[in-house]
């Protein structure tokens, strides 16, 4: 048993939505490939994909799979998957979230920016 106290230090994450009307969170969340992320904090309002063995990847444009935005930030360490919720559709503040064209494409109209 390890008796030695360990502190961690927290950030908090800003405000990315704009309103929580019409907001709807996937179940269960997903899981972030941590091979595919650099170590450290993954923020919220990352897009992300899903790739052919459920894993979560970073977005990219030519992606085909279906796409979330992660709800919150999570720290990803090496070695290790990380789990954290997503949003199933949302209004997100256009000046706290980047989400290009190709993303809202490819999210078929889940994903609105105000």
């Known amino acids: 048993m390890n008796l030695k106290p360990r502190t961690d230090s927290i950030t908090v994450q800003n405000e ?8 709807i969170f996937k179940v269960g969340g997903i899981t972030l490939d941590g091979s595919l992320f650099t170590p450290g904090i993954v923020k919220a309002g990352t ?3 899903i790739k052919v063995d459920g894993l979560a990847k970073p977005f990219a444009d030519t992606d085909t799979g279906i796409v979330y935005v992660t709800t919150h930030d999570v720290e990803v360490v090496s ?7 997503a949003f199933e559709e949302a209004y997100f503040n256009k000046d706290k979230v980047t989400l290009s064209a190709a993303f809202i494409t490819a999210a078929e109209g889940r994903y609105k920016l105000r």
């Open 16 to 23: 990315i939505l704009k309103t929580t009307q019409g907001l």
């Open 79 to 85: 070695g290790s998957n990380a789990i954290v919720g």
């Open 47 to 49: 897009p992300v994909s």
